[in-house]
């Protein structure tokens, strides 16, 4: 008998362990709780909130806090979908004065919209692309007449 311990499998040729024997099958996307893709596909063909561009492409986020319409916020996460607003990506991301080069409250109240107020009359029409496309008229026909809550 042998005093010292055995190996329990054949050695392994030097490098061996470092490569990949066999397709490992992808990580499925799991569901985010807030998620609501075909509302953001209906977003995305509403006029831009500050341009007025239609269709303006894009959903912005509104990232930043507000008691009064229950929303919290928090470092590196993404909002729930409630809280999308239609802008084209020249307003949204690209331009010198778009909300992303920019204060996100400093471009909404530059512009004159409460976006809490816009996303919570879009989502409570979401469905209808025709009752959607008046709260976003109506956010810009009075734009700077509401107060910003």
Not at 12 to 26: D, E, F
Not at 89 to 113: K, M, V
Not at 118 to 145: P, S
């Amino acid at each position: 008998m042998k005093d010292f311990p055995q190996r329990l499998a054949a050695a392994a040729p030097p490098g061996s362990l470092l490569k990949r024997t066999a397709v490992q099958p992808r990580m499925v996307r799991q569901e985010v709780a807030g998620r609501d893709l075909p509302y953001l596909a209906l977003v995305r063909q509403l006029p831009c909130l500050k341009c007025g561009d239609d269709p303006c492409g894009e959903a912005a986020h509104v990232r930043f806090a507000s008691a009064a319409f229950g929303k919290a916020s928090g470092l590196g996460r993404k909002p729930s979908d409630v809280h999308s607003v239609p802008l084209c990506p020249g307003c949204h991301r690209l331009d010198r004065d778009a909300q992303h080069a920019r204060g996100e409250r400093e471009f909404w109240d530059s512009i004159g919209i409460n976006p809490l107020i816009v996303a919570r009359d879009l989502y409570a029409q979401r469905g209808d692309l025709v009752a959607m496309r008046a709260v976003v008229m109506v956010a810009i026909a009075e734009r700077g007449r509401r107060e910003a809550r």
